[in-house]
């Protein structure tokens, strides 16, 4: 069972930054695409932002283009998400998957627990 940990998320002011971490236990995480999704309350699971295997190509959401920059450490198996000028709106649970780079799309298999990311004015 391949395992997905999130963390980073908490409670921070309008314009305020924050890092989130993705581990995982995917044996084959190094030739794995990854993305990062959210759902907002009462919304459905969104993609915000996505790497692909080498790290060399990132995609992002309209929303978040310029706040958000994703990463990853294959030696140690993390993805990150930091996110800068956060609004109101960014309000959500930050999930991390497995993608398919074509479309953005997360790939079968249970999801982590997630982590809240919650941004007040």
């Known amino acids: 069972q391949v395992q997905l940990v999130e963390s980073g998320g908490g409670l921070v002011q309008t314009g305020g930054s924050l890092r989130l971490s993705c581990a995982t236990s995917r044996r084959t995480f190094r030739s794995s695409a990854m993305g990062w999704f959210r759902q907002a309350p009462g919304k459905g699971r969104e993609f915000v932002a996505g790497?692909?295997?080498?790290?060399?190509?990132?995609s992002y959401a309209d929303s978040v283009k310029g706040r958000f920059t994703i990463s990853r450490d294959n030696a140690n198996n993390t993805v990150y998400l930091r996110m800068n000028k956060l609004k109101p709106e960014d309000t959500a649970v930050y999930y991390c998957?497995?993608?398919?780079?074509?479309?953005?799309?997360?790939?079968?298999?249970?999801w982590g627990q997630g982590t809240q990311v919650t941004v007040f004015s």
């Open positions: 790497i692909s295997a080498s790290g060399g190509i990132t």
């Open positions: 998957k497995v993608i398919t780079w074509a479309t953005r799309t997360p790939l079968g298999g249970s």
